[in-house]
């Protein structure tokens, strides 16, 4: 696709000029093959999210659709109410866990019993649109509907209903809101289960904040919190909600990766879809546990069509997008709930929990990467031969690699595991050169 890319359309913020959202909202519109729909608008806190919003009630209202809007609300959240509450699609504004500066817009669908972002078909019918570039008057809205406060109670109903009848008496946890989405849910659920909760980075105003030095992509933040204060763990949410990543009372990082064995494990699960990124201990406690783990390439849409066509009940990115029995997506707040329903009814702590694997040493990198450079390191066959190579190489250290062109921002990650981080760590600075290089 030329504007989707594997979460919805992302760039800088200041791209997403009026006339720009006035197409996607023309093509949403041609793809549903009538202006008679419904459809939930509402994003994350940053401060392009606002005028974004605004953007998108003025094209609506110009051709016609039915529209309401809830302003700040996790993107899982969003996802629910827009089903549940009858509409037939949902504008979701949001760049997760990017710094404010950019910004995106998801697309969900109704699909069946349940929902999902917009199809292939969907995408293609939209990005003609934009490529069309019809501009057309837009027509003032003079009264819009905001239906946040609803949505909010709807989205907190789901969570006490999922997560049903458990004590959290006793158990201090802390909070990384990431200055994003997740802030105006934030200690909620916790709170009426019983649970002490120490909060950090929820300002839900739009503005600059999100994810700067906090959440799930400053993981360190959390960390100090939590030793600091003493806490049984605490767990950071991305900018739009949809994952969450988890520090245990020693100041441990529990990972997805983590998160999906403790998990399976507690729920008697026989498979979970995880994906390429997944560590190689999370493989081979599958092997030993008699857990099939379904890998699938990177990406929670490739997540969920694995779970969809295997009937697997949990999938998971070590990212710390963690989909749930019966949930159509990752949901931060949901996956943290259910994994301190685990703490509860077991009695175990956190650290006990995730000891369930052994992490092998993994190393990542990341560089800028220019579209033309991500196309040539698919397509091009020296580097093919580069990657072979440092392949082979990682067989001394029973190792493996992972090379991809991001589909969210303007990188190349690399990624490597092997059973010495002082060897793979070489390689990867190696390959890194050799690609700069290359590209």
Same mark, same amino acid.
């Given at each position: 696709?030329?504007?989707?890319?594997?979460?919805?359309?992302?760039?800088?913020?200041?791209?997403?000029?009026?006339?720009? =959202?006035?197409?996607? !909202?023309? +093509?949403? %519109?041609? #793809?549903?093959?009538?202006? $008679?729909?419904?459809?939930? &608008?509402?994003?994350?806190?940053?401060?392009?999210?606002?005028?974004?919003?605004?953007?998108?009630?003025?094209?609506?209202?110009?051709?016609?659709?039915?529209?309401?809007?809830?302003?700040? =609300?996790?993107?899982? !959240?969003? +996802?629910? %109410?827009? #089903?549940?509450?009858?509409? $037939?699609?949902?504008?979701? &504004?949001?760049?997760?866990?990017?710094?404010?500066?950019?910004?995106?817009?998801?697309?969900?669908?109704?699909?069946?019993?349940?929902?999902?972002?917009?199809?292939?078909?969907?995408?293609?019918?939209?990005?003609? !649109?934009?490529?069309?570039?019809?501009?057309?008057?837009?027509?003032?809205?003079?009264?819009?509907?905001?239906?946040?406060?609803?949505?909010?109670?709807?989205?907190?109903?789901?969570?006490?209903?999922?997560?049903?009848?458990?004590?959290?008496?006793?158990?201090?946890?802390?909070?990384?809101?990431?200055?994003? !989405?997740?802030?105006?849910?934030?200690?909620?659920?916790?709170?009426?289960?019983?649970?002490?909760?120490?909060?950090?980075?929820?300002?839900?105003?739009?503005?600059?904040?999100?994810?700067?030095?906090?959440?799930?992509?400053?993981?360190?933040?959390?960390?100090?919190?939590?030793?600091?204060?003493?806490?049984?763990?605490?767990?950071?949410?991305?900018?739009?909600?949809?994952?969450?990543?988890?520090?245990?009372?020693?100041?441990?990082?529990?990972?997805?990766?983590?998160?999906?064995?403790?998990?399976?494990?507690?729920?008697?699960?026989?498979?979970?879809?995880?994906?390429?990124?997944?560590?190689?201990?999370?493989?081979?406690?599958?092997?030993?546990?008699?857990?099939?783990?379904?890998?699938?390439?990177?990406?929670?849409?490739?997540?969920?069509?694995?779970?969809?066509?295997?009937?697997?009940?949990?999938?998971?990115?070590?990212?710390?997008?963690?989909?749930?029995?019966?949930?159509?997506?990752?949901?931060?707040?949901?996956?943290?709930?259910?994994?301190?329903?685990?703490?509860?009814?077991?009695?175990?702590?956190?650290?006990?929990?995730?000891?369930?694997?052994?992490?092998?040493?993994?190393?990542?990198?990341?560089?800028?990467?220019?579209?033309?450079?991500?196309?040539?390191?698919?397509?091009?066959?020296?580097?093919?031969?580069?990657?072979?190579?440092?392949?082979?190489?990682?067989?001394?250290?029973?190792?493996?690699?992972?090379?991809?062109?991001?589909?969210?921002?303007?990188?190349?990650?690399?990624?490597?595991?092997?059973?010495?981080?002082?060897?793979?760590?070489?390689?990867?600075?190696?390959?890194?050169?050799?690609?700069?290089?290359?590209?």
């Amino acid at each position: 696709m030329k504007y989707f890319g594997t979460d919805g359309i992302r760039k800088k913020a200041v791209d997403f000029t009026p006339r720009f =959202l006035r197409a996607v !909202a023309k +093509g949403l %519109v041609d #793809y549903a093959g009538s202006s $008679d729909i419904k459809v939930l &608008i509402g994003g994350d806190t940053r401060e392009s999210t606002e005028w974004m919003i605004r953007s998108f009630e003025e094209a609506f209202e110009t051709l016609g659709v039915e529209y309401s809007s809830v302003d700040v =609300l996790p993107t899982p !959240a969003i +996802g629910y %109410v827009f #089903y549940t509450a009858g509409f $037939d699609f949902a504008i979701d &504004i949001t760049a997760s866990h990017n710094p404010y500066t950019d910004n995106g817009v998801k697309v969900f669908e109704r699909d069946g019993d349940s929902y999902r972002k917009i199809s292939n078909a969907g995408e293609a019918v939209i990005e003609a !649109a934009i490529d069309a570039d019809q501009d057309y008057e837009v027509v003032a809205t003079e009264l819009r509907e905001n239906l946040h406060d609803e949505a909010v109670e709807r989205y907190l109903e789901h969570l006490y209903k999922y997560i049903g009848d458990v004590d959290f008496s006793g158990l201090k946890v802390g909070l990384d809101c990431a200055n994003g !989405a997740m802030s105006v849910i934030n200690k909620t659920v916790f709170e009426a289960l019983g649970a002490e909760v120490h909060l950090i980075n929820v300002d839900a105003e739009f503005g600059q904040g999100i994810n700067a030095d906090c959440g799930s992509t400053h993981i360190e933040g959390l960390t100090k919190f939590v030793q600091e204060n003493h806490l049984d763990f605490g767990a950071a949410f991305d900018g739009d909600g949809d994952r969450c990543l988890m520090v245990d009372e020693k100041g441990n990082l529990v990972d997805g990766d983590h998160m999906t064995a403790i998990l399976a494990k507690h729920l008697g699960l026989p498979a979970a879809v995880v994906t390429v990124t997944a560590n190689q201990g999370l493989l081979e406690w599958g092997k030993e546990s008699g857990v099939h783990l379904e890998v699938v390439p990177v990406g929670d849409q490739h997540v969920s069509a694995g779970m969809r066509e295997n009937n697997i009940g949990l999938g998971s990115e070590q990212n710390g997008h963690v989909t749930l029995p019966g949930e159509p997506t990752g949901d931060g707040m949901l996956t943290a709930l259910s994994i301190a329903k685990v703490v509860a009814e077991t009695g175990s702590s956190l650290s006990e929990l995730a000891g369930i694997i052994t992490k092998m040493p993994q190393v990542s990198s990341n560089f800028e990467a220019t579209p033309e450079m991500k196309e040539k390191l698919k397509n091009s066959d020296e580097v093919k031969k580069v990657l072979l190579d440092f392949e082979e190489k990682l067989h001394a250290v029973a190792g493996r690699l992972l090379v991809r062109p991001s589909g969210t921002e303007n990188l190349i990650r690399l990624m490597m595991w092997g059973n010495d981080e002082v060897t793979i760590s070489g390689l990867l600075n190696e390959l890194e050169a050799k690609l700069k290089e290359l590209l």
